[in-house]
């Protein structure tokens, strides 16, 4: 079992001060500890996770000691829990940024409940929020909220009824689908074709050309960062016409960089934020802080988990000191983040809101073109 851990000091400040505010705490120290992919298929994705989170800890209150080691959980379940294991079992951890992978979020669930330790995530896979578990707390918008946006832009905004839908065989693939197949129903939208294929497929020519036989009027692709790239190149390789709408994995930059500007002319993508597009002064400066600490380009996952982070370290701030007063805080709270208003559904959902970016076929950087703001109707 493959297992790399990056040892991270992010804050070192041991004053006997506090924070300055009513219901403040002193020098507390915060154990953190970061367990997230950043190699195998998900390590674009789990890169950015874990930078946001870095980001985060780094922007701690002063007073505040943060202790925080990133362990690379690969892609195995087995992986995930045994990190988890070693970073919760001696009792000190206040909360976990847990992997985005399903599978592997799915598994330590159950032993995020016997050591009693919040879990902040940003896993798009809608189980994750579904097994009564309440140490569970996901900051990027679950498949109930974005495949609803992605459904309904297809239908009400492109006026398309004849989607060709491609997933993935991987637990998010097959979470998307079943809301996406849902949504289409509920829209009256016929889906005249759909496949799920697997994260190692290197070559998706085949199922692009059995899904255009069918004769869609928009091809809606719910898939991994890698996967999406391939199938768009191959598209715009063959001349395709027929607009795509793609996954959350699209709007990354780093999944962009896969691709010239040309070959991603016309193509959409649901997400929960766009930070590379501007917006406000607070997500503009949060985007040049994040160039000049990581040289890359900030995506939703990067900051949702900054939010997630920004949320726990609220709570401390206001006086949580276990790591049952910081899930109390994110249980009964309300944060406002750069991305959104997060609030619980009580289940653990987080975040209610989503956009939809497109791309002009000149730049890398998408444009915000529609927002489906509290789609739950939980934040109030």
Same mark, same amino acid.
């Given at each position: 079992?493959?297992?790399?851990?990056?040892?991270?000091?992010?804050?070192?400040?041991?004053?006997?001060?506090?924070?300055?505010?009513?219901?403040?705490?002193?020098?507390?120290?915060?154990?953190?500890?970061? &367990?997230?992919?950043?190699?195998?298929?998900?390590?674009?994705?789990?890169?950015?996770?874990?930078?946001?989170? +870095?980001?985060?800890?780094?922007?701690?209150?002063?007073?505040?000691?943060?202790?925080?080691?990133?362990?690379?959980?690969?892609?195995?379940?087995?992986?995930?829990?045994?990190?988890?294991?070693?970073?919760?079992?001696?009792?000190?951890?206040?909360?976990?940024?847990?992997?985005?992978?399903?599978?592997?979020?799915?598994?330590?669930?159950?032993?995020?409940?016997?050591?009693? +330790?919040?879990?902040?995530?940003?896993?798009?896979?809608?189980?994750?929020?579904?097994?009564?578990?309440?140490?569970?707390?996901?900051?990027?918008?679950?498949?109930?909220?974005?495949?609803?946006?992605?459904?309904?832009?297809?239908?009400?905004?492109?006026?398309?009824?004849?989607?060709?839908?491609?997933?993935?065989?991987?637990?998010?693939?097959?979470?998307?689908?079943?809301?996406?197949?849902?949504?289409?129903?509920?829209?009256?939208?016929?889906?005249?074709?759909?496949?799920?294929?697997?994260?190692?497929?290197?070559? &998706?020519?085949?199922?692009?050309?059995?899904?255009?036989?069918?004769?869609?009027?928009?091809?809606?692709?719910?898939?991994?960062?890698?996967?999406?790239?391939?199938?768009?190149?191959?598209?715009?390789?063959?001349?395709?016409?027929?607009?795509?709408?793609?996954?959350?994995?699209?709007?990354?930059?780093?999944?962009?960089? &896969?691709?010239?500007?040309?070959?991603?002319?016309?193509?959409?993508?649901?997400?929960?934020?766009?930070?590379?597009?501007?917006?406000?002064?607070?997500?503009?400066?949060?985007?040049?802080?994040?160039?000049?600490?990581?040289?890359?380009?900030?995506?939703?996952?990067?900051?949702?988990?900054?939010?997630?982070?920004?949320?726990?370290?609220?709570?401390?701030?206001?006086?949580?000191?276990?790591?049952?007063?910081?899930?109390?805080?994110?249980?009964?709270?309300?944060?406002?983040? &750069?991305?959104?208003?997060?609030?619980?559904?009580?289940?653990?959902?987080?975040?209610?809101?989503?956009?939809?970016?497109?791309?002009?076929?000149?730049?890398?950087?998408?444009?915000?073109?529609?927002?489906?703001?509290?789609?739950?109707?939980?934040?109030?």
């Amino acid at each position: 079992m493959r297992r790399t851990i990056l040892s991270l000091c992010v804050a070192t400040v041991v004053g006997t001060a506090g924070f300055g505010a009513a219901g403040g705490v002193g020098a507390q120290t915060l154990d953190f500890p970061i &367990l997230v992919p950043v190699t195998g298929f998900l390590s674009l994705e789990g890169t950015s996770q874990r930078n946001g989170a +870095v980001l985060a800890l780094k922007e701690a209150p002063a007073g505040l000691k943060i202790t925080s080691a990133v362990t690379d959980t690969g892609t195995s379940p087995e992986a995930a829990v045994t990190a988890l294991e070693r970073a919760a079992g001696g009792g000190t951890v206040t909360a976990v940024v847990a992997s985005m992978l399903g599978t592997q979020l799915l598994a330590m669930l159950p032993l995020a409940a016997e050591y009693k +330790v919040p879990l902040v995530t940003v896993s798009g896979t809608a189980a994750v929020t579904e097994q009564g578990n309440p140490w569970i707390f996901r900051f990027f918008p679950g498949d109930a909220v974005t495949k609803e946006a992605h459904a309904r832009y297809v239908v009400e905004e492109l006026g398309k009824k004849r989607p060709a839908l491609i997933t993935q065989t991987t637990a998010y693939g097959q979470s998307g689908k079943a809301h996406l197949l849902a949504q289409f129903r509920k829209l009256g939208a016929e889906v005249v074709y759909e496949e799920a294929v697997d994260t190692s497929a290197k070559d &998706l020519l085949p199922v692009l050309t059995k899904a255009l036989a069918a004769n869609p009027d928009v091809l809606v692709l719910h898939l991994h960062s890698g996967p999406t790239a391939l199938f768009l190149r191959q598209a715009a390789a063959h001349g395709v016409a027929v607009p795509i709408v793609a996954g959350s994995a699209m709007h990354q930059p780093s999944t962009a960089a &896969l691709l010239e500007p040309r070959e991603l002319k016309g193509v959409c993508a649901e997400t929960a934020a766009s930070p590379v597009s501007g917006g406000s002064a607070a997500v503009e400066k949060f985007t040049a802080d994040y160039r000049a600490a990581f040289g890359a380009e900030p995506d939703a996952f990067a900051l949702g988990q900054y939010d997630g982070v920004k949320m726990v370290l609220t709570a401390v701030q206001d006086g949580a000191r276990t790591a049952e007063d910081v899930r109390k805080a994110l249980s009964t709270g309300r944060h406002e983040g &750069l991305a959104m208003t997060y609030a619980s559904d009580g289940k653990g959902n987080m975040a209610h809101s989503a956009v939809i970016v497109c791309y002009d076929g000149e730049s890398r950087v998408p444009k915000v073109v529609k927002r489906y703001d509290n789609v739950t109707g939980v934040v109030k």
